[in-house]
Nanobody
Framework: QVQLVESGGGLVQAGGSLRLSCAAS????????MGWFRQAPGKEREFVAA????????YYVDSVKGRFTISRDNAKKTVYLQMNSLKSEDTAVYYC????????????????WGQGTQVTVSS
């Protein structure tokens, strides 16, 4: 079965960095575009970043532009989220997701989700 397993979360001080990883199994990774989402306590899940199948298309929510970098390694079936200059408002559970959708990235529907990894930024 398809599994997406996130890792790399933790507690970090404001201004610090973390690198999240999401290892995929049970699917042909290169067929999927990948995304990162997050959900803070009491808030709805929000889109953070996405990357196309080849890595040539990369998209971010405005609040993380210039601080976060999404990347992928198709040989390792892994997608990454490098998070720099972290702020307290970045505190959330971060989820990776896989989609077979094409076209406008804002309309992608995600088929598979990971279990999430907690990121806590202390101020």
């Amino acid at each position: 079965q398809v599994q997406l397993v996130e890792s790399g979360g933790g507690l970090v001080q404001a201004g610090g960095s973390l690198r999240l990883s999401c290892a995929a199994s049970g699917l042909t990774f290169s067929r999927y575009a990948m995304g990162w989402f997050r959900q803070a306590p009491g808030k709805e899940r929000e889109f953070v970043a996405a990357i196309s199948r080849s890595g040539g298309g990369i998209y971010y929510v405005d609040s993380v532009k210039g601080r976060f970098t999404i990347s992928r390694d198709n040989a390792k079936k892994t997608v990454y989220l490098q998070m720099n200059s972290l702020k307290s408002e970045d505190t959330a559970v971060y989820y990776c997701a896989a989609t077979l959708s094409y076209g406008d990235w804002r309309t992608w529907e995600y088929n598979h989700w990971g279990q999430g990894t907690q990121v806590t930024v202390s101020s």
